[in-house]
């Protein structure tokens, strides 16, 4: 039997309203890892499973510090022989910022998995249960490992990296960016259409203690340039910014960049469009503004990125193949 280990950190997974009718005014993060185990008695079917709670949050108050300390863990416990491999439970609402920091600083030799749930634990048809069914199925296919973290939601299986939110409510609200699942979950079979490439995380060494404020700042019609020099009033060692379209720069918003620039601040062009990324050089001329582009990551996958590569010390000059590779 696979030792496996579930680490709760809340979310509606856990969730609890008053009303089995409630799927919206509940109280996410409320039951604990322990509990969720106890209504899942198939889980032992499919390994030997213990249970941590380093946190037990709604998702909107996670953190950098949250992310660094969930890194932390998951490198000691994937160190051990007595895990084989990890699900994580998680709110849907930021998974995919975590789910991503875990992408680029966890090796990739046990299966980890994260999975989440949009309907509370309480309420008719809560999808929670078959999701952490699947996840901890996932976590025990020791193949999968090599694909790096997965999300494990609605019968389908991606790589953490492709993975964003795309419904405010409905139950399958987990989603593929610009790429597809790489596999399935049939009740508790598990399909995987992708061979791992056993690629190694982008930082794999020692991590460090805090990580620099990194702001994502959004171009809307009318959008103030002032948001920028705001940001670096503020102390931002790192700004994303999610313009329109292919990354185009509203013309007022050239000389807040260009200040920012000559600060040392670096600029990432990002696009508030879901899926596409933003090419180098595409609609701007970031060699001669200085500026970089955040290739195929979303906007919060790029400023977590940022804020690993600022925080691990990763020169000027290399940051935009940092984000290149992430
Ligand atoms: C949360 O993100 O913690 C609440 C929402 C959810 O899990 O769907």
Redesign the pocket.
Same mark, same amino acid.
């Given at each position: 039997m696979p030792k496996l280990l579930l680490i709760a950190t $809340? $979310? /509606?997974?856990a $969730?609890s309203a008053a009303d089995t009718t409630d799927t919206s005014r509940y109280r %996410? $993060?409320a039951l604990s890892a322990e509990t969720l185990l106890h209504a899942l008695p198939e889980a032992s079917t499919i390994g030997h499973i213990t249970a941590e709670q380093p946190f037990a949050?709604?998702?909107? *108050?996670?953190t950098p510090t949250h992310w660094l300390a969930l890194a932390a863990l998951l490198r000691e416990r994937l160190a051990s022989p007595e895990v084989d491999g990890v699900v994580i439970t998680?709110? /849907? *609402? /930021?998974?995919e910022e975590s789910a991503f920091f875990l992408h680029l600083t966890l090796p990739r030799s046990k299966t980890v998995v994260l999975t %989440? %749930?949009?309907r509370p634990a309480t309420a008719r048809s809560a999808d929670g249960p078959m999701n952490l069914l699947q996840a901890l199925a996932c976590a025990a296919t020791q193949s999968a490992a090599g694909l790096g973290p997965l999300v494990v939601a609605s019968d389908r299986i991606w790589r953490a990296r492709d993975c964003s939110?795309r419904h405010t409510h409905a139950p399958d %609200?987990l989603g593929g960016v610009d790429a597809g699942p790489v596999g399935v979950a049939i009740g508790t079979h598990i399909r995987l259409d992708q061979a791992a490439d056993g690629g190694a995380p982008c930082f794999a060494g020692t991590l460090p203690s805090a990580l620099p404020r990194v702001d994502v700042l959004a171009a809307y019609a009318g959008a103030p340039a002032d948001l920028i020099d705001a940001s670096v009033a503020n102390g931002a060692a790192g700004i994303v910014l999610a313009l329109a379209g292919h990354g185009s720069v509203p013309d007022d918003w050239r000389p807040a960049i260009t200040a920012a620039v000559a600060r040392g601040i670096p600029v990432v062009r990002a696009s508030r469009v879901a899926s596409g990324g933003v090419m180098p050089q595409a609609n701007f001329d970031d060699a001669a503004h200085g500026t970089l582009a955040c290739g195929r990551l979303t906007p919060w996958q790029a400023r977590v990125t940022l804020m690993l590569a600022l925080g691990c010390g990763i020169p000027a000059e290399r940051l935009q193949d940092t984000l290149h590779r992430a």
């Open positions: $809340g $979310g /509606t997974i $969730g %996410a $993060g949050l709604d998702s909107k *108050d996670m998680h709110g /849907t *609402d /930021t998974l %989440a %749930a949009m939110k %609200a």
